[in-house]
């Protein structure tokens, strides 16, 4: 029997991301975000986090979402600064920008004569999950909530998706009067959707790139 002793396996540092790589993940991700919540605003469906306060405000209000979704963020940029940094938060200011500018934009881009609602639940919870992760694997949020969950998870071990989940599954709640059943049970599906991308991909350790 061998007496050998082998060294503890050690996580190898991440590579920093090259300025470049984090403009194209920010591109890329607020522009899926965006194509995402058309898709939820056309067929009266919800989402989570701040984004899902937004678009219950504008079904409410007859507000635009985008105004709406930069306005609410404006409060939390001050727990990004305090407790992400300064580069956490500019990059989140920009980002939250960039989806105020698309969701306008998507509408001229984008004409739809027919969208199947549970067609819209899965793809467009696809893309917001598939654009809140390259965001956030970028150290970059989408302010609000995401905020919120990206600090718990770096401080606190708490994974990002399924504190996200919880917060949205409230939020969906509070829309009971508003939406009809079954938009709200697609909703609560769409909100499993992006979650369940994040948790099953944003688990610390599993990527290591650096922003």
């Known amino acids: ?3 050998t002793i082998t060294a503890p396996r050690v ?7 090259r300025l470049y790589e984090d403009a194209l993940a920010m591109l890329l991700g607020t522009l899926f975000i965006a194509l995402g919540m058309m898709l939820y605003t056309k067929t009266m469906l919800l989402t989570g986090s701040i984004a899902g306060v937004s678009l219950l405000l504008s079904y409410v209000t007859r507000l635009e979402f985008g105004m709406l979704f930069f306005l609410i963020n404006l409060p939390f940029y001050a727990l990004a600064w305090k407790r992400l940094g300064w580069r956490f938060t ?27 609602p549970v067609y819209a639940t899965i ?19 989408l302010g609000g909530i995401n905020i919120l ?32 059943p079954d938009r709200l049970l697609l909703s609560v599906v769409g909100a499993a959707i992006v979650n369940l991308i994040l948790a099953i991909n944003h688990k610390p350790g599993r990527y290591l790139g650096i922003s």
Do not use: K
Request: contains cysteine; glycine residues 12%; charged residues 15%.
């Open 149 to 180: 969950a990206i600090y718990l998870q770096e401080r606190h071990g708490i994974r990002a998706g399924w504190f996200q989940l919880a917060v949205d599954l409230s939020i969906l709640a509070a829309a009971f009067f508003v939406l009809a």
């Open 123 to 141: 793809v467009g919870g696809g893309l917001c999950g598939t654009g809140l992760l390259m965001l956030f694997r970028h150290r970059t949020g």
């Open 90 to 116: 500019l990059r989140t200011f920009v980002a939250v920008g960039l989806v105020t500018l698309f969701s306008r934009l998507t509408e001229s881009w984008i004409t739809l004569s027919h969208l199947d």
């Open 11 to 17: 996580q190898a540092p991440g590579e920093r991301h």
């Open 1 to 3: 029997m061998s007496n």
